[in-house]
């Protein structure tokens, strides 16, 4: 399932708040514990960032450049 932002966005709301019920549009959903709800939001992120890479919005690992320099002697 394809994540957004806005219902990563509402999660962190509801657990910034203490709450356990969320809504997306149309949708509520109410979580039994604190921890179900935190383990959504990784859920969530996971998603997006799976979602990022595979598009290429998020790059790979940077690139390096090393120069090294001495006198001539």
Known sequence: MAYTQSQL????AALAKGERRVSFGDKTIEYRTVEELATAI??????LFEDAVATRL???APRQIRVTTRKAT
């Open 9 to 12: 966005d509402a999660l962190e």
């Open 42 to 47: 990784r859920e969530v992120k996971r998603g």
């Open 58 to 60: 998020w790059p790979g």
